[in-house]
Nanobody, 123 residues
Framework: QVQLVESGGGLVQAGDSLRLSCLAS????????MGWFRQASGKEREFVAVIDWSGSILYYADSVKGRSTISRDNAGNTVYLQMNSLKSEDTAVYYC????????????????WGQGTQVTVSS
């Protein structure tokens, strides 16, 4: 019943922008922190960004800080990741994830995961 469905990925050129979306259902969205992680081929899944239940606390990985923005719409059960100035190093499958109440940088502390959306940045 719980679902996290990512969308918005695709093939873009270096320097372009992209907005990823994650639509949640089957749980009380407004009580969960929402995070974005990414996993490049052959590499570990890594933290990208997280936003608390109210949207007032946000954290970003150093690799995307300054050019990415995480936001959420609790009325629409949706979390977004706006990415600007994309570079080839951003190529990965991007996952959204939900963690009850508290924010976290750790993959194994999240309760629910989406199936991911591919982002490919060509140079």
């Amino acid at each position: 019943q719980v679902q996290l469905v990512e969308s918005g990925g695709g093939l873009v050129q270096a320097g372009d922008s992209l907005r990823l979306s994650c639509l949640a259902s089957g749980f009380t969205f407004r009580t969960y922190a929402m995070g974005w992680f990414r996993q490049a081929s052959g590499k570990e899944r890594e933290f990208v960004a997280v936003i608390d239940w109210s949207g007032s606390i946000l954290y970003y990985a150093d690799s995307v800080k300054g050019r990415s923005t995480i936001s959420r719409d609790n009325a629409g059960n949706t979390v977004y990741l706006q990415m600007n100035s994309l570079k080839s190093e951003d190529t990965a499958v991007y996952y959204c994830a939900a963690r009850f109440m508290q924010t976290s940088f750790k993959r194994n502390e999240y309760d629910y995961w989406g199936q991911g959306t591919q982002v490919t940045v060509s140079s």
